[in-house]
């Protein structure tokens, strides 16, 4: 996977090549993975071109004997996703994520003092650089003349103009919320509607009084990533109730202790633990309003089985469902990649066809957020190649 990973960085480092268009630099692109191809050698080509287009289920159960490590594995490949170990396009999810680590070089990463840090890093380093933020003041229209945009519309009516707006959030937010698709072309508005992005993972956070001991885990086992997962046939009958809108009796959990490296997230002595849930349906049928609880308390029950005095030391709990996340960080279904990442939503189709270059249909409308080529995961990459292509473009003079 590392091999494949260092195959797939070629294309993540910059623009996705168009293939039908006569441009030196999508020409550069493709030779360049062209060789990386080649010197993988006939076997290795041979397995990439096979592997990416099945499921990690199969891959499993190919190189792998022991369940536990099966689906530790399968794990990271429906990260984010509604897809199970037997869903396709999970192998190339895995090795979306295994690029990401080649490209960094590192395994478990912490932002010390969460990742609101890294925000505020982000934001430093720009208003160093003169750019100027406002905060609270949430986009209402993308508006625009003639075939080109002119700025944008804020929700108290301010005007602001400019003959480039670069947008981070998700594809559906962009031209369907903002830009509207009366200011587009209907094949454009159609691709945007039919864009894909549920997602079926929730986040659940416990503010916890003291170090929950996890059987057979020492102390400093407990400050690396935790993973709950049945064997891979039981992952997929957990996702079951989910494509139906219901609440499974079995969940997925990638755990993990920040306050044990930064005790400023919490209190002297106390604790923070965060959990990635998986199999969490965007509406349950039931509706929120009576289910949060309910499953809140179901899946401390779960994680309790591995750590017998987790509920002993609960101060507090939070539920962050997908619907959560669309609501509170305006991305819909949820996604943190911004929409699903599958072979006819990744590359060279990111997001779909006609904005695959981080340059839309609309002149001076541009993407850069993990809906964008290479996608999501703090990558950044997405917003780096944007905008190495506005300044190469010349929209900047």
């Not at 509604?82 to 478990?108: D, I």
């Not at 100027?132 to 993308?142: R, S, W």
Request: glycine share 10%; with cysteine; aromatic share 6%.
């Amino acid at each position: 996977m590392r091999r494949f990973a260092k195959v797939l960085a070629t294309l993540y480092n910059g623009r996705p090549p168009k293939l039908v268009e006569k441009s030196w630099t999508d020409r550069i692109t493709l030779l360049k993975l062209g060789l990386g191809l080649k010197m993988l050698g006939k076997s290795h080509m041979q397995d990439l071109m096979r592997l990416a287009l099945i499921n990690i289920y199969d891959v499993m159960n190919e190189y792998f004997k022991h369940p536990a490590l099966k689906s530790a594995i399968a794990l990271d490949a429906i990260t984010g996703s509604t897809m199970g170990p037997r869903s396709p396009n999970t192998v190339f999810s895995y090795l979306h994520k295994a690029t990401g680590e080649f490209l960094s070089e590192s395994g478990t990463r912490q932002v010390i003092g969460g990742m609101g840090a890294l925000g505020s890093a982000l934001a430093s380093s720009a208003e160093a650089a003169g750019v100027e933020i406002k905060l609270g003041c949430k986009v209402k229209a993308i508006k625009k003349t003639g075939h080109a945009v002119s700025g944008v519309e804020l929700i108290d009516g301010t005007m602001l103009s400019s003959k480039i707006v670069v947008s981070s959030a998700d594809p559906t937010t962009t031209f369907k919320s903002m830009l509207g698709y009366a200011q587009m072309e209907a094949g454009m508005a159609k691709r945007a509607e039919l864009y894909r992005n549920r997602c079926g993972t929730a986040k659940l956070h416990i503010a916890l009084k003291a170090l929950p001991t996890f059987t057979g885990l020492n102390h400093a086992h407990l400050s690396q990533r935790l993973i709950i997962a049945p064997p891979m046939d039981d992952m997929e009958t957990a996702l079951n109730p989910m494509k139906y809108s219901e609440i499974s009796d079995q969940h997925l959990f990638d755990i993990s202790i920040p306050s044990i490296d930064d005790p400023s997230l919490s209190p002297e002595g106390h604790h923070v633990l965060s959990a990635l849930v998986h199999y969490v349906p965007f509406s349950p049928k039931v509706g929120w309003d009576e289910a949060r609880q309910s499953l809140t308390d179901q899946l401390i029950n779960e994680i309790s089985a591995y750590a017998p005095d987790l509920k002993s030391l609960v101060v507090a709990s939070e539920l962050v469902t997908p619907e959560d996340f669309e609501r509170t960080h305006h991305v819909t279904g949820g996604s943190w990649h911004h929409g699903e990442l599958s072979i006819d939503q990744a590359l060279m189709m990111r997001p779909f066809p006609g904005s695959t270059q981080y340059k839309t249909a609309v002149e001076g409308l541009y993407l850069c957020g993990a809906g964008a080529h290479p996608g999501g995961g703090l990558l950044g990459l997405p917003g780096r190649n944007a905008a190495k292509e506005i300044i190469k473009g010349g929209a900047l003079a």
